[in-house]
């Protein structure tokens, strides 16, 4: 069963090993770079849309930056794969790695089995996209089945350019 995460409720709790030899928090910034965190969720080096997403992320992270967000990339990917991805695209930002089950069910990702060995050798989350607030609550949730429904990140980047200057309420939070 899928459980959604819900806009404006706290970030689940979540660490993950990231290239740089570090951890991260998922949603909790690196203050260097924001007080706000865009948590993408890649599908993992297998996935030719997600090299074409992430080259894409790469070249907006310093427009993220001076909106003062933070971006981290994310992916059950080993460390070995999550790091040829980086490498094929001279990815800057800072990857996550070895997402595991529980992590992609706290984080409410559609989870798929890879099609053959060829593909991957684990199950892996499918693209989402989160926005975390400096208070920790989630701005903003895009979560998708399929590798080829993702947000725009320019018209993203715009979007929270718009919500950080005007103060732009949390959207989708009445239940029904």
Known sequence: MHNAMTPDTSFPKITVS?????KADLGQPNAERGDWQLVVVYRG??????????TELNGLLDDFAEIDVDVIAVSADPEDKATDSASDIGYSGTIGYDL???QMGQ????????????????????????VVRDD?????????????????????LDGLTFIRKKDYPVRGTHSG
């Open 45 to 54: 080096k297998h996935c030719p849309i997600c090299k074409t997403y992430l």
């Open 18 to 22: 990231t290239l740089d030899g570090a």
């Open 100 to 102: 595991s089950l529980a």
């Open 136 to 156: 920790g609550k989630v701005q903003i949730v895009d979560v998708s089945n399929a590798p080829f429904s993702r947000p725009a990140l320019k018209g993203l």
């Open 107 to 130: 984080l409410g990702v559609y989870i798929s089995d890879p099609r053959s060995p060829e593909e991957t050798d684990r199950p892996f989350a499918e693209p989402a996209t989160f």
